[in-house]
């Protein structure tokens, strides 16, 4: 079973900055794209990026020129890079690793908390 688990979330001011970290874990032979997605209350979950192996990246248009993801290939570990927080970046963030070939299978972490104050 593969398991990716998520850190990094917390409580920041608008304007600050956060980090988010994810490792999977278990029995990985490839691993493809991973990425990042958020679910705010009484919304539904959304795409915000998403790196290839080969390094391609993807950003959802409310996060560019603020968010930037990164990987380490060696450590099947994502980044989330977060600046210029905003109030409506408040959600639970998930990550996801996505493992063989295509089609893959998706695996995603538990989620962790970002709260962004006004």
């Known amino acids: 079973q593969v398991q990716p688990v998520e850190s990094g979330g917390g409580l920041v001011q608008a304007g600050g900055s956060l980090r988010l970290s994810c490792a999977a874990s278990?029995?990985?032979?490839?691993?493809?794209?991973m990425g990042w997605y958020r679910q705010a209350p009484g919304k539904q979950r959304e795409f915000v990026a998403r790196?290839?192996?080969?390094?391609?990246?993807n950003y959802a248009d409310s996060v560019k020129g603020r968010f930037t993801i990164s990987r380490d290939n060696a450590q099947n570990t994502i980044y989330l890079q977060m600046n210029s927080l905003k109030p409506e970046d408040t959600a639970v963030y998930y990550c996801?690793?996505?493992?063989?070939?295509?089609?893959?299978?998706?695996?995603w972490g538990q989620g962790t908390q970002v709260t962004v104050s006004s």
């Open positions: 996801t690793a996505d493992l063989g070939i295509p089609p893959f299978t998706r695996y």
């Open positions: 790196q290839t192996s080969g390094g391609s990246t």
């Open positions: 278990g029995r990985i032979i490839t691993i493809g794209p």
